[in-house]
């Protein structure tokens, strides 16, 4: 038999969906013993909580990649460079983005998950599909659920999906009480889509070979990361998705120019 220890050290097994599916199963049941859902200004607080998270997960990432940059740098000026490639990942990554138009497909989708909620909010009783597939576009769908899994099959600590599992859990305690047990089933899809992303990812292991490529996807995710704090303060609008392609471009431009 394989020992759990070893068995944890397997790239491929997406430690961070593990916790993300029963983050949202504690919640899920939790929120079965609700009679109504949290008061807006409790959910408020939370929202507070959360980014303060948010920012914790993606400072961590920056440090990581400060501190992986400085140590593969050969010159202070290499460091510069790496901080210069974080910067056009971020540009070019938001024009592709944009011309693929990631954020407006993903609104779209978000839109049609909250008028059938809209409906449901407005109609006596609910139904077991309605909740399974609202909250499988909620969970499944969004920058965080990718750059998580993509995190963890780097083999690194799963900071994102951390965050990404307790906003979940807590989403959860929320919708239950109006869904129903539906909610729960939402966790499959979810196994499959981030736990095949992972796979995946732990396909490109060889970046971790490659300090100053980590450091490259480090700087990237972590800023990423740090606008969602404004998104759940809703602050303002920022289209994530239309960033995500800076994932790809910034260990391409590390490689070309660095390596």
């Known amino acids: ?37 949290l008061t807006e200004a409790t959910q408020r607080r939370i929202r507070k909580f959360l980014a303060v998270l ?4 993606g400072g961590y990432m920056i440090c990581n990649g400060l501190y992986g940059g400085w140590h593969s740098a050969g010159s202070v000026w290499e460091f510069l460079l790496l901080g210069l490639i974080t910067l056009l990942a971020i540009s070019f990554g938001n024009l592709f983005g944009t011309w ?6 993903l609104d779209k989708i978000g839109q049609a998950a909250k ?8 109609e006596e009783s609910t139904n077991f599909s309605d909740g399974f597939v ?5 969970f499944t769908v969004g920058p965080m659920s990718l750059l998580g899994a993509v995190e963890d099959g780097l083999g690194k600590v799963p900071t994102i999906l951390i965050v990404k599992s307790l906003m979940d859990g807590i989403a959860t305690l929320c919708f239950v009480p109006r869904f129903g047990a539906g909610v729960l089933l939402s ?3 979810l196994l499959a889509y981030q736990g095949t992303v ?12 490659e300090p100053a490529l980590l450091a490259s996807f480090n700087l990237v995710g972590g800023l990423l990361v740090l606008t969602i704090m404004l998104v759940i303060l809703e602050v303002e609008k920022v289209p994530l998705a239309n960033y995500l392609p ?7 431009l590390t490689w070309w120019w660095v390596l």
Do not use: H, Y
């Open 1 to 37: 038999m394989i020992e759990l220890g070893k068995l944890l050290e397997l790239p491929w097994l997406p430690i961070g969906t593990f916790f993300n599916v029963i983050c949202i199963f504690i919640g899920g049941v939790v929120g079965l013993r609700l009679s109504r859902q």
């Open 54 to 57: 948010t920012v914790l997960a």
């Open 100 to 105: 693929l138009k990631l954020q407006e497909r």
């Open 115 to 122: 008028d059938r909620f809209a409906k449901l909010k407005n």
């Open 134 to 138: 609202t909250c499988t576009i909620l």
């Open 187 to 189: 966790i499959v899809p």
């Open 198 to 209: 992972t796979l995946l990812a732990s396909n490109m292991a060889f970046i971790t070979d």
């Open 246 to 252: 800076a994932l790809v471009v910034g260990p391409l």
